[in-house]
T-cell receptor, first 109, second 118 residues
Framework: GQQLNQSPQSMFIQEGEDVSMNCTSSSIFNTWLWYKQEPGEGPVLLIALYKAGELTSNGRLTAQFGITRKDSFLNISASIPSDVGIYFCAVNSGYALNFGKGTSLLVTP | DTGVSQDPRHKITKRGQNVTFRCDPISEHNRLYWYRQTLGQGPEFLTYFQNEAQLEKSRLLSDRFSAERPKGSFSTLEIQRTEQGDSAMYLC????????????????FGPGTRLLVL
């Protein structure tokens, strides 16, 4: 599948800090998805983006679909310990989802 | 409202043995997907079904792997003659594909079956 470059690979932050992560590709996509995976569980959809330039929020999470349609950003404001997990960007290739390698987030109280 | 369920959650087997995993999708979802996830990677697509028909298979799905969805509801994934390289988390997802609707419907994932081949 298409390669998605996700960064940073990991983040170690203190509770209350804001977090930013991004995902880029050399190809254009019509949908960008952000999933969160906690240890021992499957990925859970956080935000879906369907339009270039779109900015969508889900509580403390905000994601943007890049204007070029080749990238997306996820921001988490005022992080809390339960934000711990791996955050994956994903794109839809028609039937299969193609995932990035994830950003591992650790939050200390 | 139950989500996607998978059984077993964990499986330890010896190299060369056969294993079978089961996935129960969200009821009324007509599409079912299998993915594999190894440490430090995102899930990778293996195969998917629309109702009982298997429509796509990834190159990752070697001849030792077979998936079925006989009645268009639950699905099984069998790995024959397991190898150590098969050790991974096997994830199932389901979605509702509406005829004439947007092709990019939301996929909901199960908790996965973690396989360890010794």
């Amino acid at each position: 599948g298409q390669q998605l470059n996700q960064s940073p690979q990991s983040m170690f932050i203190q509770e209350g800090e804001d977090v930013s992560m991004n995902c880029t590709s050399s190809s254009i996509f019509n949908t960008w998805l952000w999933y969160k995976q906690e240890p021992g569980e499957g990925p859970v959809l956080l935000i879906a983006l369907y339009k270039a330039g779109e900015l969508t929020s889900n509580g403390r999470l905000t994601a943007q679909f890049g204007i070029t349609r080749k990238d997306s950003f996820l921001n988490i404001s005022a992080s809390i310990p339960s934000d711990v997990g791996i955050y994956f960007c994903a794109v839809n290739s028609g039937y299969a989802l193609n995932f990035g390698k994830g950003t591992s987030l650790l939050v200390t109280p | 409202d139950t989500g996607v369920s998978q059984d077993p959650r964990h499986k330890i087997t010896k190299r060369g043995q056969n294993v079978t995993f089961r996935c129960d999708p969200i009821s009324e979802h007509n599409r079912l997907y299998w993915y594999r996830q190894t440490l430090g990677q995102g899930p990778e697509f293996l195969t998917y079904f629309q109702n009982e028909a298997q429509l796509e298979k990834s190159r990752l799905l070697s001849d030792r792997f077979s998936a079925e969805r006989p009645k268009g509801s639950f699905s099984t994934l069998e790995i024959q003659r397991t190898e150590q390289g098969d050790s991974a988390m096997y994830l199932c997802a389901s979605s509702l594909r509406v005829i004439g609707g947007d092709a990019e419907e939301t996929q909901y994932f199960g908790p996965g079956t973690r396989l360890l081949v010794l």
